[in-house]
């Protein structure tokens, strides 16, 4: 069964500070697999896309890596802002099947002062 | 999210009324997805269009809903005799033929009371 499951599934850390979102995948055939930024109220945003052979991508702050032997993408905070408190939400595209996107459930990330 | 739209932004409905959910995609996008997202919990599928067709419509009830994305004007979701569960955010999302990319609406936040 294709899933995709996310962790933690809510994050509390200071100003400044990095942090780690993971995400683990059973989705097959795999084609990509997309992180994407949800503000409260808004829609999803993409930040990186990563293919099979790609194992690290970098979006300012945000970089993300994929291990596609162990199925698994991890996203990476870096100095930490208020204004990335938001849901993160780890996408996994499959080749095959005309809707081919699995959604994890998100990590609701809150940054304090 | 730029440039997809998507209204009304919120909608107050009765038990048994109808709810019409509209979305733009951007132009050149002739993909249409429809989501649902319940509150702290992730976006669910619902239905995929294409320009007049509908393409995969696995993840709406077969009873109440329906969807169109017409040849010209926006896409609609139609859920007919609002029940209470139906309370949530709709998301729509486009892409274009040749990406895989989708770009999301900032969603309809509907309350059936």
């Known amino acids: 069964k294709n899933q995709v499951e996310q962790s933690p599934q809510s994050l509390i850390i200071l100003e400044g500070k990095n942090c780690t979102l993971q995400c683990n995948y059973t989705v097959s055939p795999f084609s990509n697999l997309r992180w994407y930024k949800q503000d409260t109220g808004r829609g999803p945003v993409s930040l990186t896309i990563?293919?099979?052979?790609?194992n690290t991508k970098s979006n300012g702050r945000y970089t993300a890596t994929l291990d596609a032997d162990t199925k698994q993408s991890s996203l990476h905070i870096t100095a930490s802002q208020l204004s990335d408190s938001a849901s993160y939400i780890c996408v996994v595209s499959a080749k095959t099947g005309a809707n081919n996107l699995f959604f994890g459930t998100g990590t609701r990330l809150t940054v304090i002062p | 999210n730029a440039g997809v739209m998507q209204n009304p932004r919120h909608l107050v409905r009765r038990r048994g009324q109808e709810a019409r959910l509209r979305c733009s995609p951007m132009?050149?996008?002739?993909?249409v997805y429809w989501y649902r997202q319940l509150p702290e919990e992730g976006l669910k599928f619902m239905v995929y269009l294409q320009k007049e067709n509908i393409i995969d419509e696995s993840g709406m009830p077969k009873e109440r809903f329906s969807a169109e994305f017409p040849k010209e004007g926006p896409s609609i979701l139609r859920i007919q005799q609002v029940v209470r569960g139906d309370s949530a955010a709709y998301f729509c999302a486009g892409r274009t033929n040749a990406a895989e990319t989708q770009y999301f609406g900032p969603g309809t936040r509907l309350l059936v009371l």
């Open positions: 990563m293919t099979f052979s790609e």
């Open positions: 132009k050149g996008h002739s993909h």
